[in-house]
């Protein structure tokens, strides 16, 4: 199990960064237009879906001022709702995504018929490195090894 785990985070290192960077893109260009607007249409505690609409066209269009009145206009609290609901949004699909792109098996993403099987070039005691018949890269059968030098081949022919 813990190869799917290290798989995973293998294959979406440069994911890890978009996903920070597209999240505080949200935060600022989602989460302030809105929980602005929440904090704007509560009249009298009554939230009101009409002054919501006016507001938020104006602060969706410029979401860094927005960002700023944030803050000024006491927002906060509303920004922090909408930010958390947005972030566990975007975090639950995002966890979709890297469960989906888990190495089914073990020996996912390993060459078939690499030298993986060996260790430290303990391998070069019966292969030689630079020059013969190519098993993998860098492991050459060698030629002029006495004794039984056959090699079988198993795997298929593509031919497009």
């Excluded at 944030?70 to 922090?80: D, H, K, L, M, N």
């Excluded at 930010?83 to 390993?110: C, H, M, Q, R, W």
């Excluded at 070069?124 to 006495?146: F, M, S, T, W």
């Amino acid at each position: 199990m813990n190869y799917k785990i290290e798989g995973a985070i293998r294959r979406n290192r440069k994911n890890f960064i978009i996903f920070a960077i597209l999240w505080i893109f949200i935060a600022i260009a989602f989460a302030s237009p809105v929980g602005y607007s929440i904090h704007m249409s509560k009249v009298d505690g009554i939230f009101d879906f009409e002054i919501f609409l006016e507001t938020f066209g104006p602060a969706i269009t410029n979401p860094f001022g927005t960002f700023g009145k944030v803050f000024s206009s006491g927002a906060i609290s509303e920004f922090t709702t909408t930010l958390l609901v947005s972030t566990i949004f975007y975090s639950v699909f995002f966890f979709i995504g890297f469960v989906k792109s888990a190495p089914k098996n073990e020996y996912a993403d390993i060459e078939h018929g690499s030298s993986d099987w060996s260790q430290r070039g303990e391998q070069y005691q019966i292969l030689n490195k630079n020059n013969g018949i190519i098993l993998a890269e860098d492991n050459y059968l060698p030629v002029d090894k006495r004794g039984n030098v056959n090699v079988l081949v198993v795997g298929r022919i593509r031919i497009w």
